[in-house]
């Protein structure tokens, strides 16, 4: 199941970035963040998608999204200017970021590519 982050839990979870200037993930396990609007046809398309991925890689990887709209400031901070925008962010390595809606095949190669999960 997905879970929607506020900027608290996104602190909490993901990156605390009131405390730290360089970044530090908080995560037990990899984690996609997918950046999306209410109003945004492609972030529609994506949303089930993520659902059931979530489902076959609940104990691999965690998935949150991010209302851009609710969550001015965090969509501000990683420079989101269209979405949907996919955030991947593997253990120990930086995050890197995919933008527009990409089909289930492409989400898996990139969370075997850039998280290291299959």
Do not use: R
């Not at 602190?11 to 963040?33: C, L, R, Y």
């Amino acid at each position: 199941m997905t879970e929607n982050l506020t900027k608290q839990t996104f602190i909490d979870k993901v990156f605390n970035f009131e405390a730290n200037k360089e970044w530090q993930f908080e995560g037990s396990k990899p984690a996609i963040i997918d950046f999306y609007a209410d109003w945004c046809g492609p972030c529609k398309m994506v949303a089930p998608i993520l659902e059931e991925l979530s489902e076959e890689y609940a104990e691999k990887v965690d998935i949150y999204k991010v209302d851009t709209d609710a969550e001015q400031e965090l969509a501000g901070m990683f420079g989101i200017q269209s979405i949907p925008s996919m955030l991947f962010i593997p253990m120990g390595d930086k995050p890197q970021m995919a933008v527009g809606a990409l089909p289930k095949d492409s989400i898996k190669q990139a969370m075997k590519d850039v998280l290291n999960v299959e």
